[in-house]
């Protein structure tokens, strides 16, 4: 067996916590901007078109809360926060990148499927 491929059968109580907290859209595009660079509270607001203010707060505290970004506060006035990466989310970049370039490379396709699956159920 390749190190790509599930492990068979799938232990879902052991993954499930897990992926709850790093496998939704707001996660993956707030790791890959910090990715690159450290930013502040709305440098990724306006990074993350779309984003509300209070989903993006509440994502900053989960992500801090499971070690895969810092927070740290900047001595300017008023008072900034910043924040990076850490070694355990920055682990996280591969497999969010193949998502991500994946993501890119299919959108087209499941938009086709979406429209070739809705035009059944209309008939």
């Not at 709305?42 to 809360?65: C, F, V, Y």
């Amino acid at each position: 067996m390749t190190t790509d491929a599930l492990e068979l059968p799938l232990d879902v109580a052991a993954t499930r916590p897990i992926l709850e907290q790093i496998a939704n859209k707001w996660t993956v595009l707030i790791l890959s901007v910090l990715c690159t660079q450290p930013a502040r509270f709305n440098d990724l607001k306006r990074r993350l078109d779309g984003i509300t203010h209070k989903a993006l707060s509440e994502a900053l505290k989960r992500l801090e809360r499971n070690g895969l970004i810092s927070r740290r506060i900047l001595p300017t006035q008023p008072v900034g926060v910043e924040y990076t990466i850490t070694a355990l989310g920055a682990s996280l970049r591969e497999p969010f990148a193949a998502l991500y370039n994946w993501s890119l490379a299919n959108g087209t396709k499941l938009t086709e499927a979406q429209l070739a699956y809705d035009g059944l159920r209309r008939h």
